[in-house]
């Protein structure tokens, strides 16, 4: 029944990554708002969803290190493999992507959330800090969001997918399907998994770095690969870069107000340095707008490949 589940749920996952995007991309065109943006709060949203219900729920259940390690795992998941397997795929053309200001963000995110896990464990309080920056990120997306209303600048010419006139009935559909298929999805997929794992006597950290944060990771796999298959790079990467601020601002920010969130010395040592290498590895694909050819995403993938290993032996 577990295998079952799994693949229920990652058949879920991928119908409703492509909803998700359709309407994203839509919205944008009827708002006049660049993809970017909207990648960046609604898609990022709805992809980041599994993380919070699954670190809430583990911070609940007394199993913090699924939720650190959720979090922490899906943001080097997001990176190596969520756009390496696209990547190797069909490529991600970036070129025409400026994505540069939110990735300087996320940057900042990061470390500033792993000078908070130094002063760790984390409570209420470094939710409260987290939560405030993540404010200040959707104040400033609000406007510059505005401000291209403002210039009145024309966006998304001739993208796959990409309906002017689409009803919005139809805009909304294709978000709901998203927004709740993705929870869902990877609700049954990560059940299924940790029921296996545990089987296994794996610890919950290690669970929470691998097959935890695969997991929850999927919608963003599904998404971010519908969008590199529809051409939308603006969305495959604003996803990716959009879910890692959410997952460690939000995420954490809110699981803290659960219970009291430990870091273990492993992650202090090891794993929250991956997780900024990872992120750092994206400088060159969007602050030199170079694509990501088909080799770098297999280099990318190999690169997970390699810390899932680490991590487990």
Known sequence: MDLFF??????????????????????????????????????SLGTSAPELFISV?????????????????SNVANVLLVLGVPALISGIDSHHCDTGRAYLFMMATSVWFIGLCFLGPLIWVHGVLLLGVLAAVLIDQGRMARAHLRGNREVLHDVEGADPTMPWPRIAIYLGLGLVGLPVGAELLVTAAVNIATAMGVSDTVIGLTLVAVGTSLPELATTAMAAIRRHAEVALGNVIGSNMFNLLAIVGVASFFGEIPVAPSFLRFDLWVMLGASALLAPFVLRQVSISRVMGAALAALYLAYVLVVLL
Do not use: Q, Y
């Not at 229920?8 to 970017?36: E, K, M, S």
């Open 6 to 43: 799994a693949l229920l749920g990652l058949t879920i996952l991928l119908l409703a990554g492509d909803a998700l995007v359709r309407g994203a991309v839509n919205l944008a065109l009827r708002l006049g708002i660049p993809a970017l943006i909207v990648s960046l709060t609604i898609v």
């Open 57 to 73: 729920g583990a911070v609940l259940d007394g199993a913090p290190g699924i939720a650190l390690g959720n979090v922490v795992g």
